[in-house]
């Protein structure tokens, strides 16, 4: 099936759709082939912060305006979100931080997964809804997520990154941020080597910090030093009596 010809959605859906990803070519592949199925495949992706899961929600909904809602799980509501799909009917539904939401909100969310039907019941009347709609989501872990619900996910696992993939993607990202090969490269390395649980964030901040200072290594090394003072929570010791 050629991905870039076919109904509106597969204009959309192809190779591309996922350009500002730094690699898991596997990963991409596989949203691809659910962003043009005829049945919904839901996604979630776990993985510990800096791992690019918030950016591949983010493509899909550049990529289909309209068609999509994006909400982070600590943020929604369960009549704000419920009001969402009655309103808007997203073919898409994208919920980064997908374990903060509440228990009661997962349950609806389920419903919507298991059946495609979305009831509420307010003041004793009641609405219904038949929705087809993919939900793609993120998180940070599982535990907080039900048994039920998760089953409900094509779950996919973002492991740690290996130097090479971390030094890879870093450098990439700095140089869109417009700075040159050897700033990228002083940071990607310094990062890794010298901050405690370095991730790609890291390396980011510290491009923008330093990019249009005169001495940029000296920047650089400055950042990366007040990285490891004061980066990580301190145990002090209370001066007051």
């Given at each position: 099936m050629n991905l870039l010809t076919g109904d509106q959605s597969s204009?959309?859906?192809?190779?591309?759709?996922?350009?500002?990803?730094?690699?898991?070519?596997?990963?991409?592949?596989?949203?691809?082939?659910?962003?043009?199925?005829?049945?919904?495949?839901?996604?979630?992706l776990v993985g510990p912060p800096g791992q690019a899961k918030t950016l591949f929600l983010k493509?899909?909904?550049?990529?289909?305006?309209?068609?999509?809602?994006?909400?982070?799980?600590?943020?929604?509501?369960?009549?704000?979100?419920?009001?969402?799909l009655f309103d808007?009917?997203?073919?898409?539904?994208?919920v980064d931080e997908i374990e903060h939401l509440r228990p009661e909100y997962q349950t609806m969310l389920l419903s919507l997964m298991e059946t495609g039907i979305l009831t509420q019941t307010m003041h004793s009347k009641v609405r219904q809804i038949q929705l087809k709609t993919w939900v793609f989501a993120t998180s940070n872990g599982t535990k907080k997520l039900s048994e039920p619900l998760l089953s409900r996910f094509?779950?996919?696992?973002?492991?740690?990154?290996?130097?090479?993939?971390?030094?890879?993607?870093?450098?990439?990202?700095?140089?869109?941020?417009?700075?040159?090969?050897?700033?990228?490269d002083e940071i990607a390395i310094s990062v890794w080597e010298q901050?405690?649980?370095?991730?790609?964030?890291?390396?980011?901040?510290?491009?923008?910090?330093?990019?249009?200072?005169?001495?940029?290594?000296m920047a650089i090394a400055d950042e990366i030093q007040n990285f490891k003072e004061y980066g990580v929570p301190q145990l002090t010791r209370s001066t007051e009596f």
């Open positions: 204009f959309r859906t192809g190779p591309r759709t996922f350009d500002k990803v730094v690699g898991y070519d596997g990963i991409k592949r596989t949203f691809v082939r659910s962003l043009t199925s005829k049945e919904p495949v839901h996604i979630l493509c899909i909904f550049e990529a289909f305006g309209g068609e999509a809602f994006f909400t982070v799980g600590g943020n929604a509501s369960k009549s704000g979100l419920i009001d969402v808007l009917r997203p073919k898409y539904l994208l094509r779950v996919i696992y973002l492991n740690e990154y290996e130097f090479s993939q971390f030094y890879g993607i870093a450098v990439a990202k700095l140089l869109a941020e417009g700075l040159n090969k050897k700033a990228a901050i405690p649980n370095p991730n790609i964030r890291n390396c980011v901040q510290i491009g923008r910090l330093v990019k249009n200072e005169p001495d940029i290594e």
